[in-house]
């Protein structure tokens, strides 16, 4: 028995093998031919010798086996043209490339240069319709922000208005093509669910404020806060932040700190390397003391955030910022031992920056020679 179960369990692992290695991915590998063109060409891009580049380019992509090695050639061969001042050349090659399917990692790319090419010949129309068909198509892509803001460039520079009186570029109208894009791309359920939504809605309230709709500015800041919320929203506390701001320009004061304390309340720090930080969260604490102290006049509240500041936010640059401030309320309330402590901590002779600097010109001025 024992030699009979050896004998089946023999059996057992080389069927086990045998259908492990019939089920291996098999991952192919360039040509060499392929790869001979290839280095062809390099060498004649990188001694200057942009047709020559091309044409070996050309043969690399005619000798690929494989579909992604066809394209890498077909790309390079079109940047060569480009180089030799053949862009017109280089335009069906990279239209061919931005056409095939499925999308590998040249066709976005090809897409977006032939927008590019397009706009320096005078192809305005197809340019911006490719622009926006990458936005559209692509927006989870890297080139998906800078095709918006080169159509949105594009557009804003045909509906420009002209300087206004002090000479400066007007904002666009709000009846803008540009402005009728971005509302349409709000609506857009594929580029509202991808990483380009939040800049979208970012670039709507820039120019909303821009030509000072303050509110409409506003609801634009309000639904990325609550469409993109933290961590995954990139705007999130720039969102807010800008919120705060508007607010405090608006007589708002208490709503600015609304905002400001939803940003602080989500910092967390991990307990691996690094933190959930961002870097506008410790501005926003300051914030909230300044709000406190000179839009209020809590001295007490404001006092609490500042002194919070370098606890919650010890690897922050505004720590000094708000130990300053400390020293300047509590200097004002007549605590000066208190202060002129704080004033020398933060102004000590190896500290540099602004709230160093300040800190000794207060120490220099309320606090005297400090005691040996």
């Known amino acids: 028995m024992r030699g009979e179960r050896s004998t089946i369990s023999f059996f057992g692992l080389a ?39 091309a044409r070996a380019y050309g043969r690399a992509a005619a000798a690929a086996d494989r579909r992604v090695d066809r394209d890498e050639a077909l790309y390079r061969q079109s940047r060569s043209l480009i180089d030799a001042d053949r862009a017109r050349a280089a ?43 990458l936005v559209r198509r692509h927006p ?34 709000a009846d803008s093509r540009g402005d009728a894009l971005l509302a349409s791309l709000v ?29 409409g500015a506003r609801r634009a800041l309000s639904l990325l806060v609550d469409r993109y919320p933290y961590p995954f929203g990139q705007l999130w506390d720039d969102a807010l ?10 007589g708002r004061p208490r709503d ?27 501005a926003a604490q300051l914030r909230i003391g300044e ?10 509240g404001a006092l609490a955030a500042f002194r919070a500041l370098p606890s919650r936010f010890p690897d ?19 605590d000066r031992d208190e202060a002129c402590a704080l004033y020398r901590r933060v102004g000590s002779p190896d500290a540099r920056g602004r709230a160093a600097r300040a800190a000794r010109a207060a120490a220099s001025a309320h606090c005297g020679a400090p005691e040996r």
């Open 91 to 133: 335009l069906p090659i990279l239209d061919r490339l931005a056409a095939t399917r499925p999308v590998s990692r040249r066709t976005v790319r090809a897409l977006y240069d032939s927008a590019l090419l397009r706009l320096g010949l005078g192809f305005e129309g197809r340019a911006r319709a490719d622009l926006e068909r």
């Open 241 to 250: 932040w800008n919120l705060a701001r508007l607010d405090v320009q608006s």
């Open 291 to 300: 709000i406190l102290r000179d839009e209020l006049h809590d001295l007490d």
């Open 140 to 173: 989870d892509t890297g080139l998906a922000a800078r095709a918006l803001a080169t159509l949105l460039r594009v557009l804003d520079a045909g509906d420009a208005p002209g300087p206004n009186a002090d000479g400066d570029a007007s904002p666009p109208r």
């Open 187 to 215: 609506r857009d359920r594929r580029v509202s669910a991808s990483e380009l939504g939040d800049n979208v809605l970012y670039e709507q309230a820039r120019r909303r404020e821009g030509r000072r709709d303050i509110a």
């Open 15 to 53: 069927l086990v093998a045998a259908l492990a290695a019939a089920c291996a991915p098999t991952l192919s590998s360039s040509s060499s031919t392929f790869l001979a063109r290839l280095a062809e060409g390099t060498r004649a891009e990188r001694h200057g010798r942009d047709l020559e580049a």
């Open 316 to 334: 922050s640059i505004h720590r000094d910022d708000a130990m300053l401030a400390v020293a300047d309320i509590l200097r004002t309330r007549g």
């Open 256 to 282: 600015a700190l609304g905002h400001l304390e939803r940003m602080v309340a989500v910092a967390e720090r991990s307990d691996f390397n690094g933190s959930y930080i961002r870097p506008r969260m410790s």
